[in-house]
């Protein structure tokens, strides 16, 4: 049986296809933000001399890091709601999924950045008058920032591929509206195959750039 290939009908649906991109970009860059104010929480509370502060955080990352994302999201909007008797909406339930989600990877990449410049330059800097803060923000940090941004890009690649599972709580991502003109159209292939597509434009691009920039970060050390 040989199937003959039909776009007429996704093309004209494409608007829909256009809105979920937009939405699934909109949850990509939201998490990420969000993402990167809990991991720069989380990772100061793991180097943090009160070991309260650590536990919590640390037990935090493996709660998120050790269960899928897909359990997570239905947790959040399905068995949540039980325990505080609040009715969730679902595009809150995904957007905070998401963040905490990787808030967790963020923070071990952050706290692997931090710990892998050598304590020497920070006792450097406290022989010469600086405190612990201005150590980390002058010397530190920028560092740091240059060993973990290739991972923190890619955790973020992985972040926008993780989006598609949002759709399982009814969110107008592109996953979600693929199914949709399938269910217009009856063509599955070509639905899911011009959401593949629109991945792919997306992400070779941003993964190219990624290793584009972590050359240049090797060849300038």
Not at 31 to 52: D, K, N, P, Q, Y
Request: with cysteine; charged share 10%.
């Amino acid at each position: 049986m040989t199937y003959t290939w039909d776009f007429h009908s996704i093309w004209q649906n494409f608007d829909l296809f256009w809105f979920g991109l937009q939405v699934t970009v909109l949850y990509t860059v939201g998490s990420i933000v969000f993402g990167v104010l809990i991991g720069i929480a989380t990772c100061a509370a793991r180097l943090s001399r009160w070991r309260f502060l650590g536990y919590f955080a640390r037990l935090y990352q493996e709660l998120f890091r050790c269960t899928p994302l897909l359990v997570q999201l239905l947790w959040f909007y399905y068995a949540f709601p039980l325990l505080v008797g609040v009715n969730v909406d679902n595009h809150f339930a995904a957007m905070l999924t998401l963040s905490l989600y990787v808030g967790a990877f963020y923070a071990e990449i952050f706290r692997g950045g931090i710990i892998s410049i050598d304590r020497g330059q920070q006792e450097a800097a406290a022989a010469i008058g600086m405190s612990p803060s201005q150590a980390m923000w002058r010397i530190i940090a920028p560092q740091a920032i240059k060993r973990m941004l290739p991972s923190f890009i890619n955790q973020s690649v992985i972040q926008f591929k993780n989006t598609s599972l949002i759709s399982v709580l009814s969110v107008a991502d592109l996953a979600y509206m693929a199914a949709v003109v399938n269910g217009q159209t009856y063509r599955p292939l070509e639905s899911y195959t011009v959401m593949a597509l629109l991945y792919l434009a997306i992400l070779v691009p941003v993964t190219q750039l990624a290793d584009l920039l972590e050359k240049r970060m090797r060849t300038s050390d």
